[in-house]
T-cell receptor, first 111, second 115 residues
Framework: QKEVEQNSGPLSVPEGAIASLNCTYS??????FFWYRQYSGKSPELIMS????GDKEDGRFTAQLNKASQYVSLLIRDSQPSDSATYLC???????????FGTGTQLKVEL | DTEVTQTPKHLVMGMTNKKSLKCEQH?????MYWYKQKAKKPPELMFV???????INESVPSRFSPECPNSSLLNLHLHALQPEDSALYLC??????????????FGPGTRLLVL
């Protein structure tokens, strides 16, 4: 079983819709979870971090964490073409500074 | 300011060359990281430095040699690389203040091509 799993996509949503990206992780002791956005040929850019069960909102982005189900999600409201990118779910493991990434979900926002 | 800088942006080297990648941050972060990312794959951790000391080496071949001269600077020395080492090399840093709450910020990367 992979440590961090994501659907690779592509996930296609129309402009203005809500995009929902999902991630599961295997290490039940994990405490910190991150979403990074990566445009083609660029480096990962931090979008959200979440540490507690529940929702965390930042602008059009909402991260959701359910530790009992070992599940993290990212909602993007009012999706824009500029949101088209690969979204990487990352989990902090190994005592606190080892970041393990999922394979990423490619999001395409269509006009 | 969450800026991590990396030089060079692009590097082409032969299998017998020796080259170095450089990473710098001036945010007072005390942990620095090297990752390798192949096309359409997620970043893979190579090395972690905490307080200028190597704390994690993910069984990386010895042809990759990291160095942390001071708390702001991280180097990756390359020698006798193979074509399969061609990848995007990413540097990241984090504060190292609160255990299990470390947020890593990535530099723009160095795209390496080994011929």
């Amino acid at each position: 079983q992979k440590e961090v799993e994501q659907n690779s996509g592509p996930l296609s949503v129309p402009e203005g819709a809500i995009a929902s990206l999902n991630c599961t992780y295997s290490d039940r002791g994990s405490q910190s979870f991150f979403w990074y956005r990566q445009y083609s040929g660029k480096s990962p850019e931090l979008i959200m971090s979440i540490y507690s069960n529940g929702d965390k909102e930042d602008g059009r982005f909402t991260a959701q964490l359910n530790k009992a189900s070992q599940y993290v999600s990212l909602l993007i409201r009012d999706s824009q073409p500029s949101d088209s990118a690969t979204y990487l779910c990352a989990v902090l493991t190994g005592g606190g500074n080892k970041l393990t990434f999922g394979t990423g979900t490619q999001l395409k926002v269509e006009l | 300011d969450t800026e991590v800088t990396q030089t060079p942006k692009h590097l082409v080297m032969g299998m017998t060359n020796k080259k170095s990648l450089k990473c710098e941050q001036h945010m007072g972060h005390r942990a620095m990281y090297w990752y390798k990312q192949k096309a359409k794959k997620p970043p893979e951790l190579m090395f972690v430095y905490s307080y200028e000391k190597l704390s994690i080496n993910e069984s990386v071949p010895s042809r990759f040699s990291p160095e942390c001269p001071n708390s702001s600077l991280l180097n990756l020395h390359l020698h006798a690389l193979q074509p399969e080492d061609s990848a995007l090399y990413l540097c990241a840093s984090s504060v190292l203040l609160v255990p299990n709450r470390e947020t890593q910020y990535f530099g723009p990367g160095t795209r390496l091509l080994v011929l």
